[in-house]
């Protein structure tokens, strides 16, 4: 072959090379090898792009051209943009994506903050950016104001959340029974005060967001335009309530429910009731027949405690105890990977209780909550007639309990003979046809009745928590009066789990199917395996060689302290001798210490070898391969 003819080939293959990689990148189709599937929508997300109706512009911000910001940053910046790509791709022309570098001093910064995009600080630098989404859809306009790597499992159910929030044109509808004065009922404490009764904090929490809607434990019905419920404490409800709950479950509604085997806020209320010769409330809530209907086995006579978790209380000044029954729930306790509980640090359950659930192939159990494996329960009756320090010694271990829990997927009526018979009506006296008397109105025709549901019609979710103390103030905020102005500042995340709670329910079927994903930067377990081994292998003399190490210094530095007044070292032989001598251990010591750690690193120093050898050997191996196919197969034809 000619020269300019192999100066012509290697120019093709160069173009050709070029021409593959853009269209590579420009065909929709795309190949996820990761463990999480990172790169891959989930079919919740798919399926709300598919229901957008109107255009929705997205504009990213990110401030790409600051210059001391990290690469792992800039990483993640580029995976939030393959991401939006993914979703432009699926939405076929419904999402419009505009990516913005925010400049300092520049129309796109004003835009930004104007949008609601919070500068952040990067803390080695101190150099400010930007780094957030918007999403617009005709005169609607939401924002993530600050995108985290912390939040990097999450960021589909994030953007998916933010599209959804868009969408909507009137507030969500959160149904509210309970028993419980949350929204600040005039009980015996409020009318020994004087003073109106307020809102617990939780409920003004919901209302930032939704419109509540009070639902009556006397109701026999639901409203019809609930979104959302929330059963906390139910205590007699009647038959018929109990079927339109369970109606609204199989419907695909999602329910928050919260039920006590010993509520603190009831047991105050019977020692007040009792003063004044009343009768006794009911500390436990329960709702057997629905429970039993649905698989739910719970106890509402026992009560859960935990030593591992007891919560620290100051019982008098410098006197502090620890409550068993009184949990203090840390990092551990929560699921780390579903969103109600992913950022919680520490939540406050007091007196719970706990429950298991009967999974099938068409219901999944997902624990939110857990206690310690030295967790126990006792009678709730016993707290009425023992101190809550003095609880743990009647705990026995029985093993971890669920505190919290998702349940979702097909429900079995807990009414499979259907709705409950109605009560038979008054029959009509001979009195009442006295003549003159004006004849009763035609009673409505009835409604279309709606055929009654034996199992769920979509996939169905439920939210339980064995415990409904933790929604009041008393264990959730600490109020003060500042300047004149009452205010509350937060003792734990309970209120953050209410939020995540009701949140994470009231968005689409489509969100809550959305589970968090792994992140794109992953441990290098081999090697982390690999160092563990090694660690155990030589801890016990790097120890003891550490220790002598430490002895030696330490006598070093005593012997080197003794100086006259003159600040100079006192020059006998034998002084001198013992200097040297402990310096020469010192040395070789340390030398040994070398040795070790650098026998520590021989396994990984040679992975990493081999993995580079592999690295730079596999390209022209594989070239040289195709090369040598090439040519066969050119010789055969």
């Known amino acids: 072959m000619k020269s300019g003819s192999k100066l012509l080939a290697i120019v093709l293959l160069f173009v050709g090379l070029v021409l593959l990689n853009y269209l590579a990148g420009s065909i929709p189709v795309r190949i996820d090898a990761t463990a999480g599937h990172i790169y891959t929508l989930s079919p919740g997300t798919k399926a709300l792009l598919g229901k957008?109706?109107?255009p929705v512009e997205l504009d990213f911000y990110f401030s790409r051209s600051a210059g001391t910001l990290p690469i792992a940053l800039k990483n993640y910046a580029d995976r939030v943009l393959e991401m939006l790509g993914q979703y432009v791709r699926a939405a076929h022309g419904k999402i419009v994506l505009n990516v913005i570098d925010p400049k300092?001093?520049?129309?796109?910064?004003?835009?930004a903050t104007a949008a609601g995009i919070s500068p952040q600080t990067w803390p080695s630098t101190g150099e400010q950016f930007y780094f957030g989404l918007v999403a617009v859809q005709a005169d609607h306009q939401k924002v993530i104001p600050a995108l985290t790597t912390d939040r990097e499992q999450f960021l589909e159910y994030d953007l998916s959340q933010l599209l959804y929030d868009v969408q909507l044109v009137d507030r969500r509808k959160l149904g509210l029974l309970t028993s419980l004065p949350l929204r600040g009922q005039m009980d015996y404490a409020a009318m020994q005060s004087g003073q109106m009764p307020q809102s617990q904090y939780v409920i003004r929490e919901w209302q930032k967001t939704y419109d509540l809607v009070t639902v009556e434990p006397t109701a026999d019905t639901l409203p019809d335009?609930?979104?959302?419920?929330?059963?906390?404490?139910?205590?007699?409800?009647?038959?018929k309530l109990q079927f339109a709950i369970d109606q609204f479950l199989l419907a695909g509604k999602p329910v928050f429910m919260a039920v006590d085997p010993s509520s603190r806020y009831f047991r105050a209320q019977g020692g007040q009731m009792a003063m004044m010769g009343g009768p006794q409330p009911n500390v436990s809530s329960d709702a057997p027949d629905l429970f039993k209907g649905w698989g739910i086995t719970y106890d509402p006579q026992s009560v859960v405690g935990d030593p591992a978790e007891a919560l620290s209380v100051q019982a008098s000044p410098g006197d502090v105890v620890q409550i068993p029954i009184w949990l203090s729930l840390e990092k551990d306790a929560f699921n780390a990977t579903m969103l109600p509980t992913s950022d919680l640090e520490n939540v406050w359950f007091i007196e719970p209780g706990s429950f298991k659930v009967k999974a099938g192939p068409d219901l999944k159990v997902t624990p939110l909550i857990q206690?310690?494996?030295?967790?126990g329960t006792v009678p709730a009756a016993l707290l009425a007639m023992t101190q809550p320090d003095q609880i743990g010694r009647q705990l026995k271990p029985s093993g971890s309990k669920i505190l919290a829990a998702l349940i979702q997927g097909k429900f079995q009526s807990a009414f499979p003979d259907g709705p409950p018979a109605e009560k038979p009506a008054a029959e009509t006296k001979p009195e009442d046809n006295k003549p003159g008397t004006p004849a009763a109105p035609p009673a409505p025709a009835p409604a279309a009745k709606v055929p009654d549901l034996k199992v769920s019609k979509t996939s169905s979710t439920l939210?339980?928590?064995?415990?409904?103390?933790?929604?009041?103030?008393?264990?959730?905020?600490?109020?003060?009066n500042f300047l004149g102005v009452n205010a509350a500042e937060p003792m734990n995340d309970n209120l953050a789990f209410a939020s995540n709670a009701l949140d994470f329910l009231a968005g689409s079927p489509e969100l809550i199917s959305i589970r968090g994903k792994g992140v794109s930067l992953r441990p290098f377990q081999v090697v982390h395996a690999m160092e563990v081994a090694a660690q155990q292998k030589y801890q016990e003399k790097l120890d003891a060689l550490e220790k002598y190490l430490d002895q030696v210094?330490?006598?070093?530095?005593?012997?080197?302290?003794?100086?006259?007044?003159g600040g100079r070292l006192v020059a006998s032989p034998d002084l001198t001798k013992s200097i040297e001598n402990l310096r020469t251990q010192q040395v070789k010591f340390r030398a040994e210490r070398r040795d070790i750690r650098k026998t520590l690193r021989e396994g990984i120093e040679a992975l990493e070898n081999r993995l580079l050898l592999l690295n730079l050997a596999a390209p022209p191996v594989l070239v040289a391969a195709f090369g040598l196919w090439f040519a066969w197969r050119r010789r055969r034809t």
């Open 371 to 375: 206690s310690s494996a030295a967790s």
């Open 104 to 111: 300092p001093d520049t129309a796109e910064e004003d835009k």
């Open 225 to 239: 335009d609930l979104d959302v419920l929330a059963v906390i404490h139910p205590e007699n409800l009647s038959p």
């Open 52 to 54: 957008i109706e109107e």
């Open 463 to 480: 939210l339980l928590v064995a415990d409904t103390d933790w929604l009041f103030d008393d264990y959730s905020v600490r109020k003060m």
């Open 553 to 565: 210094q330490s006598q070093l530095t005593a012997l080197e302290g003794k100086k006259t007044e």
